[in-house]
């Protein structure tokens, strides 16, 4: 059993460096996650994730699969989309979310589109689903140090970002940090995003983000808790999913997200802070 377990990665260079990738985005995406969920946003970092596959796909159509030419064409894309998307909000009636929503659905179309100009389905599917298992060195370290910044960043923008998430009307009463804070959060977003899209693609690479958030949530309601609790899920659903890849004839990205949702569904149930069975049989109080 141990030997299941353990032989993958001792035996097969490129699982090693699977699973060190795997670790790289749990520590950067999963923090990201709990912030998205916290201020409600876990779908703005969905349709963020497919802002960003117009870009990739230039880069791809200029270069070919070119780690630096789809990863700078990804920023592009993901923070001009975030721009255009809170300038309409601003500018119009229509709120953010549904500009976003607007935005992400025509980056999909067109990304794809240019995808499949010069492109195979071999080609496309790498786009849209990633392939963790072919991660190489140059891409693990971009990933290992966009992880290191994000964490960087958080470390400096945590307090707004925790007092934004509470009461958002008493941070922009007491200090001026709010707006900055939230542009760095949206660009902390956008580069997690294209870092998972390296190792999963444009379609799944926010799953590693707001699973763990989700799985979190229902153990801790302390954001620091929740915070690592995240990032071990993350973490767990990336080794679990490579094992599970590596034994049967799953993808591995599909296999991560796929173990990640396993350990959703259990929290959903067993989960100490607001489980199904803990709902349905409450601990009892003490009384007075």
């Given amino acids: 059993m141990i030997d299941l377990l353990i032989a993958p990665f001792t035996e097969f ?18 923090p990201i996650g709990v912030f998205l969920m916290l201020r409600r946003m876990s779908l703005v970092g969905d349709a963020m994730a497919h802002a960003i596959l117009p870009g990739a796909a230039v880069g791809f159509l200029l270069s070919g699969l070119n780690l630096f030419a789809m990863t700078f064409g990804g920023l592009i894309a993901g923070f001009t989309v975030a721009i255009l998307a809170g300038v309409v909000a601003r500018v119009t009636e229509l709120k953010e979310d549904a500009s ?23 080609d496309l599917l790498h786009v849209l689903f990633g392939n963790v298992l072919a991660m190489d060195d140059q891409t693990l370290m971009v990933i290992a140090f966009n992880a290191t910044l994000t964490l960087l960043v958080l470390a400096v923008i945590w307090r707004p970002l925790v007092i934004e998430c509470v009461d958002p009307l008493f941070l922009r009463t007491v200090s001026r940090a709010g707006a900055p804070a939230h542009l760095a959060f949206m660009a902390l977003v956008v580069v997690n995003l294209v870092n998972g899209f390296q190792a999963l693609g444009t379609l799944l690479a926010v799953g590693l983000m707001v699973l763990p958030a989700g ?8 954001i620091t808790a929740m915070m690592a ?15 599970l890849s590596f ?25 100490r802070a607001g489980g199904v069975v803990r709902q349905l049989f409450p601990a009892p109080h003490l009384e007075a």
């Fill in 100 to 122: 976003l929503a607007a935005f992400y659905l025509v980056s999909l179309a067109l990304g794809v589109t240019i995808v499949s100009i010069r492109g195979t389905n071999i």
């Fill in 215 to 222: 799985i979190a949530r229902f153990w801790s309601r302390d």
């Fill in 13 to 30: 260079e490129f699982m090693r460096r699977a699973l060190a990738g795997v670790v790289a985005l749990s520590l950067g995406g999963a």
């Fill in 229 to 243: 609790i995240a990032v071990g899920a993350a973490m767990l659903s990336g080794y679990a999913g490579l094992v």
């Fill in 247 to 271: 034994h049967s004839k799953v993808p591995s990205g599909p296999a991560i997200i796929l173990v990640a949702a396993v350990l959703y569904l259990v929290s959903l149930l067993l989960g």
